[in-house]
């Protein structure tokens, strides 16, 4: 029996998603889905800050601790969004468009 509780928690009226569920796919979302996201966005910037001309080395360093900083934000943005539809498409999203992007900036960098 879905309660209002329920489709408040999906941010959808109507939707039939027990609760239980919808925070199993949060949290899913958040701890996986944040990974590969920020994974995808420490490889555009680390790609990107080489491309502007610093050494290798130091954009990698320099992305890979900012990626900590990016996975914390992308883990309070998947529990702060209302609905799970906009938490994975927003998931999906960003780390097809990050990794599409890493893979542009490297075939103009060759």
Known sequence: ?????????????????????????????????????????????????????LPRSEAVVTASLLGFVLYLLVLLWAFSVRSLARLWVGLVGGAVLAQGLVLAIQRQMA
């Open 1 to 53: 029996m879905a309660s209002s509780l329920d489709s408040a928690a999906n941010g959808m009226p109507g939707s039939r998603v027990p609760a239980a569920v919808s925070v199993l796919l949060r949290v899913i979302g958040a701890v996986l889905g944040g990974y590969v996201v920020s994974a995808a966005l420490v490889a555009l910037l680390a790609v990107g800050l080489s491309a502007t001309g």
